[in-house]
């Protein structure tokens, strides 16, 4: 089931991202595919189409939470190992743990930014120099789906960009690029985010130099109730834009 918007937008993702791709190029369809969801109107009538309950709000709220980098990720368009739609909304001042870290991902992803702005801050491995931080192999709890962090010794890393992304502005990354990213106003933000590719890395790679991590975070989703709530509260921010 679904409305106008989420088959358009299913059967864009499907067209673009479900061939056999290069790693390169699938960063480029993605950004290209992001920019085109990401037009304020088109992702104000998607929304308020998933907020009527259209596609699996059940499904989608399972994989839905509060992140502990500060963030809601809400899941609009699941398709499996393929690819996942996401709306981030970004609370400014709100983080927990992990807040200060430094991280990869096990897909390429591109995002776009809707509404606010976020900086960013770009890294790469070095023997000596830069910046002291301990290094975790993070990956997902089989049963309970929480977030596992596994101490893996000390690293150097070495900032290599510092960028800014304003409404309008779209990024995208391979999945091995260190990286983090923070809401860099005092309004919420919004950004579309979109994980594709099938090969996913069983795990990836987290920095930090705010000292120890827990062994484990709980990741605790939303109830379809909340979850639909969220919509429906991002679609009246998108009215407001």
Request: glycine fraction near 8%; proline fraction near 6%.
């Amino acid at each position: 089931m679904g409305g106008r918007q989420l088959l358009a937008a299913r059967r864009l993702l499907t067209e673009a991202l479900d061939g056999e791709l290069p790693e390169h190029e699938r960063v480029l369809a993605a950004r290209s595919v992001i920019a085109e969801l990401g037009s304020p109107d088109r992702l104000l009538e998607l929304t308020a189409e998933l907020a009527s309950g259209e596609g699996d709000p059940e499904r989608c709220a399972r994989l839905s939470y509060r992140h502990v980098l500060g963030f809601d990720k809400l899941l609009l368009i699941d398709g499996g190992p393929r690819h996942m739609l996401r709306a981030h909304l970004w609370h400014p001042g709100r983080g927990a743990i992990g807040k200060e870290d430094i991280h990869n991902h096990r897909s390429p992803l591109a995002s776009y930014v809707v509404r606010g702005r976020l900086a960013m801050e770009l890294y790469a491995p070095r023997g000596d120099g830069g910046v002291e931080a301990d290094r975790y192999q993070e990956s997902l709890a089989d049963e309970s789906a929480d977030w596992l962090l596994e101490p893996t010794g000390p690293a150097r890393l070495h900032l290599t960009q510092v960028a800014e992304y304003t409404a309008g502005s779209t990024y995208a990354l391979p999945a091995h690029t260190l990286h983090r990213a923070w809401c860099d106003t005092t309004e919420p933000t919004v950004t579309l985010f979109l994980e594709t590719g099938s090969e996913r890395r069983r795990h990836t790679d987290v920095f930090t130099a705010a000292g120890p991590h827990p062994g484990a975070v709980p990741k605790v989703p939303l109830n379809v109730d909340d979850y639909l709530a969220e919509l429906d509260a991002l679609a009246e921010l998108l009215r407001s834009s």
